[in-house]
């Protein structure tokens, strides 16, 4: 099962290893980090570098392709080179995902029209504008092509994916693996439970 996620300077880090540590537990699996070019690729506070093992001219095809967002992918939806081979490589693909702002870019590829989808709360109104229709869950499924909310929602995105691909028992036995039993400290994980404060606080650093 050939697993292929995009990186590109600017991407937020986690939403693209943490489902990378899920997925990479499927039986079969064989993960592919494709970039512009080979090398690093920095993310978008510029502190942490991820490595592409394959240009994105030498991947074309992918039984999961796996969208991450962030900075970068805001600016990547005017990439037409990046937004092209995400359109081409979907036609390939079993299961096409996004993480985050990552949507944007399967929106900016069409790929979201009059689907139900999620993205971070921050890009509702520029998911819209691509015809897709915002919904406030985690983790939304219309068919073959799965979104994902903000950065730590894709750790429930690949567990979803992998139970609908190998089973319950797969899928909780990786939940146990990586010992994801969320039990935050605080409750204000959604834009819908934060307090005010905190909204602007967030808002005033964006």
Known sequence: MRIVIPIFDGLTALDAV?????LRMLP??????????????????????LTAGAAFADVDSADILLVPGGPGARRGVDDPALVDWIRRIDATTAWTTSVCTGSLLLGAAGLLEGLDATTHWSAVELLEAYGARYTAERVVVQGTTVTAAGVSSGIDMALT?????????????IQLAIEYDPQPPF????????????????????
């Open 18 to 22: 943490g489902p990378y540590e899920v």
């Open 28 to 49: 079969d699996a064989d993960v592919v980090f494709a970039a512009a070019a080979p090398g690093p690729v920095v993310d978008g506070a510029g502190q942490l570098t």
């Open 161 to 173: 994916l992998a139970g609908m691909i190998a089973g319950r028992t797969v899928a909780e036995a």
């Open 187 to 206: 409750d204000s994980g959604s834009y819908a439970k934060a307090p005010q404060e905190v909204r602007d606080y967030v808002a005033a650093r964006r």
